[in-house]
């Protein structure tokens, strides 16, 4: 068999995706399923051997028979990984779970700086003692809205409130969390939190301690957004971006560009081949050399999934080269899944993983054959095929990854970017080079005496860094980059696949190539226009977020109505753009407190707002500028043409009247409460707040996503839920 390794990989992989998405019960039963068919496999291969020994009786070559042994041993890897599965659950997952929705004293030690998301802190700690007592160790995330007293591998002792995390598909913040080592969640309750200082210096506060060096390092030389987005490409630490930013890396389709994968191993290592080849060593030493240092930096950036693919998958080809053999890229890709998996049984549910290694895999398979259709044109012109090579490249391979992470895409984001070739063409060449920029710059900074060497250095890499966040802010910003997939978009989706599919068969006339160019050329321009004008007459009423942080705006043909900027800067932003607003006619604060206000600056400073409202009696602020309106108890105010917006004389309720359909927004202490009533007696509720106790017959309660949901109204007055708005 070619490509066992690839099996093997596979296989693991498929069998924990399902164990993740089935659960612990269901995946005993397929851990037996899985040992049953190793075994027919595994006897079968037997007997064929015995069949291929005996004389006069040898089987056809390539028979099912002399396959058995690697179907054998895929079926055992994959049983081998659930039993591992069911091993982490039940020692590590189960017993944290009584502590779920309770409140204790615990001790716990503190394994890393926290994360800073939201104008909150997120501390990774392992708990020991809960209420003064041993307990088996586990991993909790706690939330923090305030940074505890505290370095990496401290203790604390503090009050905490325990929390599961959202259930409900393979993809689920559950699934996503125990992939990165988290068995429950947690909010500190009240009080402060005591230290207890560590005693020596163990590897891992070393690390966490180098790694915050280089953070700051990084801040040292450049300014502080140009050092955030390098802290994310290299540190793999994206809570010092901008959410801005993010949302525009994301909106353009090259938001991987941030995530530590093959692109920023190859620049470590291409400086490390750099260094090694003014040295003697000989081609062994140096790949070993090569290799362990980019172990180091795994141990660094702590072990991402996408990096430990790249890292097989690179140290494989290092050790094909010094056995003069070259390595086969998807027998690397399935070595790199037979690690991840087997080291973390957990990783089937992380979305993260799945998106590398089906990018990877679209890129192995697709990527040559796309990138020959795109340069056949030029086949009797050498010199336009030579100045085009590098583009097609760059698409051959986008086009390629954006195939093999279309389905991801779909089901898990129901959405779209649609510049994210052009992103990925115009991105490619400023990331790289800023990479390799900011890796001298910080190699020179840290060498004693070579200080003024890395200026250059961080000069270019600064200038590089406002370069790639103005294109992907100027992409992202425009008007239907990323469309919400329903089932006409999903149809001319797949029709761009066939024919891209179509494109790489190397036997074709070129009368069929370009026609089916300019077919693919059709569906994209198609779609475009389709995400722009299929919503004329809808309305949407899209809401993102939870508690008093959530967000909602009132969406009609490109121009928004926001009846509630939210809590986190740059949410309302994000969710404005995912759905192709050009236009803020009304932008309302209900509390108007200084989280709000931050939120309706960033809205400012993205979209032309028309007017801005405020109850009467609040204070504006410098925050907030342009023509201000206090909007009195009990009034009402124009929010859309046609759209009229009543404000309760209670001051906490918003009602309107959209194509039939009534709403009223209620604004709480614990958050935002939608309420709807399309038609008489049919009425149902979208609750946005914390934990939700018990369900009223006839309401129904709407699951919280981090990407938010939708209540789409058409121009007959029907109301349908769409999720991820």
Same mark, same amino acid.
């Given at each position: 068999?070619?490509?066992?390794?690839?099996?093997?990989?596979?296989?693991?992989?498929?069998?924990?995706?399902?164990?993740?998405?089935?659960?612990?019960?269901?995946?005993?039963?397929?851990?037996?399923?899985?040992?049953?068919?190793?075994?027919?496999?595994?006897?079968?291969?037997?007997?064929?051997?015995?069949?291929?020994?005996?004389?006069?009786?040898?089987?056809?070559?390539?028979?099912?028979?002399?396959?058995?042994?690697?179907?054998?041993?895929?079926?055992?890897?994959?049983?081998?990984?659930?039993?591992?599965?069911?091993?982490?659950?039940?020692?590590?997952?189960?017993?944290?779970?009584?502590?779920?929705?309770?409140?204790?004293?615990?001790?716990?030690?503190?394994?890393?700086?926290?994360?800073?998301?939201?104008?909150?802190?997120?501390?990774?700690?392992?708990?020991?003692?809960?209420?003064?007592?041993?307990?088996?160790?586990?991993?909790?995330?706690?939330?923090?809205?305030?940074?505890?007293?505290?370095?990496?591998?401290?203790?604390?002792?503090?009050?905490?409130?325990?929390?599961?995390?959202?259930?409900?598909?393979?993809?689920?913040?559950?699934?996503?969390?125990?992939?990165?080592?988290?068995?429950?969640?947690?909010?500190?309750?009240?009080?402060?939190?005591?230290?207890?200082?560590?005693?020596?210096?163990?590897?891992?506060?070393?690390?966490?301690?180098?790694?915050?060096?280089?953070?700051?390092?990084?801040?040292?030389?450049?300014?502080?957004?140009?050092?955030?987005?390098?802290?994310?490409?290299?540190?793999?630490?994206?809570?010092?971006?901008?959410?801005?930013?993010?949302?525009?890396?994301?909106?353009?389709?090259?938001?991987?560009?941030?995530?530590?994968?093959?692109?920023?191993?190859?620049?470590?290592?291409?400086?490390?081949?750099?260094?090694?080849?003014?040295?003697?060593?000989?081609?062994?030493?140096?790949?070993?050399?090569?290799?362990?240092?980019?172990?180091?930096?795994?141990?660094?950036?702590?072990?991402?999934?996408?990096?430990?693919?790249?890292?097989?998958?690179?140290?494989?080809?290092?050790?094909?080269?010094?056995?003069?053999?070259?390595?086969?890229?998807?027998?690397?890709?399935?070595?790199?899944?037979?690690?991840?998996?087997?080291?973390?049984?957990?990783?089937?549910?992380?979305?993260?993983?799945?998106?590398?290694?089906? *990018?990877? $895999? +679209?890129? &192995?398979? =697709?990527?040559?054959?796309?990138?020959?259709?795109? !340069?056949? #044109?030029?086949?009797? %012109?050498?010199?336009?095929?030579?100045?085009?090579?590098?583009?097609?490249?760059?698409?051959?391979?986008?086009?390629?990854?954006?195939?093999?992470?279309?389905?991801?895409?779909?089901?898990?984001?129901?959405?779209?970017?649609?510049?994210?070739?052009?992103?990925?063409?115009?991105?490619?060449?400023?990331?790289?080079?800023?990479?390799?920029?900011?890796?001298?710059?910080?190699?020179?900074?840290?060498?004693?005496?070579?200080?003024?060497?890395?200026?250059?250095?961080?000069?270019?890499?600064?200038?590089?860094?406002?370069?790639?966040?103005?294109?992907?802010?100027?992409?992202?910003?425009?008007?239907?980059?990323?469309?919400?997939?329903?089932?006409?978009?999903?149809? *001319?989706? $797949? +029709?761009? &696949?066939? =024919?891209?599919?179509?494109?790489?068969?190397?036997? !074709?006339? #070129?009368?069929?190539? %370009?026609?089916?160019?300019?077919?693919?050329?059709?569906?994209?321009?198609?779609?475009?226009?389709?995400?722009?004008?299929?919503?004329?007459?809808?309305?949407?009423?899209?809401?993102?977020?939870?508690?008093?942080?959530?967000?909602?705006?009132?969406?009609?043909?490109?121009?928004?109505?926001?009846?509630?900027?939210?809590?986190?800067?740059?949410?309302?932003?994000?969710?404005?753009?995912?759905?192709?607003?050009?236009?803020?006619?009304?932008?309302?604060?209900?509390?108007?407190?200084?989280?709000?206000?931050?939120?309706?600056?960033?809205?400012?400073?993205?979209?032309?707002?028309?007017?801005?409202?405020?109850?009467?009696?609040?204070?504006?602020?410098?925050?907030?500028?342009?023509?201000?309106?206090?909007?009195p108890s009990g009034s009402a105010y124009q929010a859309l043409p046609g759209t009229e917006i009543r404000y309760?004389?209670?001051?906490?309720?918003?009602?309107?009247?959209?194509?039939?359909?009534?709403?009223?927004?209620?604004?709480?202490?614990?958050?935002?409460?939608?309420?709807?009533?399309?038609?008489?007696?049919?009425?149902?509720?979208?609750?946005?707040?914390?934990?939700?106790?018990?369900?009223?017959?006839?309401?129904?309660?709407?699951?919280?996503?981090?990407?938010?949901?939708?209540?789409?109204?058409?121009?007959?007055?029907?109301?349908?839920?769409?999720?991820?708005?």
């Amino acid at each position: 068999m070619g490509r066992p390794f690839a099996l093997w990989g596979f296989s693991v992989y498929g069998a924990l995706a399902l164990a993740a998405l089935s659960g612990p019960k269901a995946a005993g039963a397929l851990l037996w399923i899985c040992l049953g068919l190793g075994l027919c496999a595994g006897l079968l291969g037997f007997w064929a051997a015995k069949r291929q020994a005996a004389p006069r009786l040898s089987l056809p070559a390539g028979a099912l028979g002399e396959r058995a042994p690697f179907f054998a041993c895929a079926f055992l890897l994959a049983a081998l990984g659930l039993s591992l599965f069911l091993s982490r659950y039940e020692s590590q997952t189960l017993p944290s779970k009584q502590w779920a929705e309770k409140k204790a004293d615990i001790q716990a030690l503190v394994l890393d700086y926290p994360e800073k998301r939201y104008s909150r802190y997120y501390y990774r700690l392992r708990v020991e003692q809960i209420d003064k007592m041993p307990v088996k160790p586990f991993i909790l995330r706690l939330s923090a809205a305030s940074p505890l007293y505290c370095s990496p591998y401290d203790r604390v002792e503090c009050p905490v409130s325990f929390s599961t995390f959202p259930e409900g598909g393979l993809y689920s913040q559950r699934n996503s969390l125990l992939a990165d080592g988290y068995q429950l969640g947690g909010y500190l309750a009240g009080g402060g939190a005591r230290r207890i200082p560590c005693e020596g210096n163990p590897p891992g506060k070393a690390l966490a301690v180098f790694r915050r060096g280089l953070s700051r390092e990084f801040a040292r030389l450049l300014p502080q957004e140009d050092a955030a987005l390098l802290q994310a490409m290299l540190l793999g630490r994206r809570d010092g971006l901008p959410e801005d930013a993010n949302e525009s890396f994301r909106l353009a389709g090259c938001s991987h560009l941030m995530v530590v994968s093959g692109l920023h191993m190859g620049a470590v290592a291409g400086l490390i081949q750099v260094l090694l080849r003014k040295t003697r060593l000989k081609r062994l030493p140096q790949s070993l050399l090569t290799a362990g240092v980019l172990l180091l930096y795994l141990c660094l950036i702590g072990f991402p999934p996408s990096a430990v693919r790249a890292y097989v998958m690179y140290a494989a080809y290092l050790l094909g080269g010094c056995l003069g053999r070259r390595a086969d890229g998807l027998n690397s890709l399935g070595l790199a899944l037979v690690v991840i998996c087997l080291q973390n049984p957990f990783s089937g549910g992380d979305l993260s993983l799945a998106l590398s290694v089906f *990018a990877t $895999l +679209g890129i &192995l398979v =697709l990527a040559l054959g796309i990138t020959k259709a795109l !340069l056949r #044109p030029f086949g009797k %012109r050498p010199r336009l095929k030579g100045f085009f090579t590098p583009a097609a490249g760059v698409l051959g391979v986008t086009f390629a990854a954006l195939a093999g992470t279309a389905p991801w895409q779909i089901c898990v984001f129901r959405g779209l970017a649609l510049l994210s070739p052009l992103a990925n063409l115009l991105l490619s060449l400023p990331c790289t080079l800023l990479l390799y920029c900011a890796l001298f710059a910080l190699l020179f900074s840290l060498l004693p005496g070579l200080g003024p060497l890395a200026q250059p250095f961080a000069l270019w890499a600064g200038w590089l860094s406002r370069l790639a966040r103005s294109i992907a802010k100027a992409l992202g910003s425009q008007p239907g980059v990323y469309i919400h997939l329903g089932q006409a978009e999903m149809l *001319a989706l $797949l +029709g761009v &696949l066939c =024919l891209l599919a179509f494109l790489s068969f190397p036997k !074709l006339t #070129p009368l069929c190539r %370009r026609a089916g160019a300019g077919i693919l050329l059709a569906f994209i321009l198609g779609t475009y226009g389709f995400s722009l004008y299929s919503g004329q007459g809808f309305a949407v009423l899209a809401v993102q977020g939870e508690g008093e942080t959530a967000c909602a705006a009132f969406i009609q043909d490109g121009k928004a109505a926001v009846l509630c900027p939210g809590g986190r800067a740059g949410d309302c932003v994000s969710l404005l753009r995912r759905n192709n607003v050009r236009e803020v006619s009304s932008l309302f604060l209900p509390k108007a407190d200084s989280r709000e206000k931050r939120s309706a600056r960033k809205i400012l400073e993205s979209f032309p707002v028309g007017e801005t409202l405020l109850p009467e009696g609040a204070y504006a602020g410098r925050e907030l500028s342009g023509t201000v309106t206090f909007l009195p108890s009990g009034s009402a105010y124009q929010a859309l043409p046609g759209t009229e917006i009543r404000y309760s004389p209670l001051g906490t309720y918003l009602g309107f009247t959209v194509n039939g359909a009534a709403f009223q927004a209620e604004f709480q202490t614990d958050g935002l409460r939608i309420h709807c009533l399309p038609r008489e007696n049919s009425g149902f509720t979208v609750v946005l707040s914390g934990d939700i106790i018990d369900e009223t017959p006839g309401t129904y309660l709407l699951p919280r996503r981090e990407d938010g949901l939708g209540l789409a109204v058409s121009p007959q007055g029907e109301v349908t839920v769409r999720e991820g708005s």
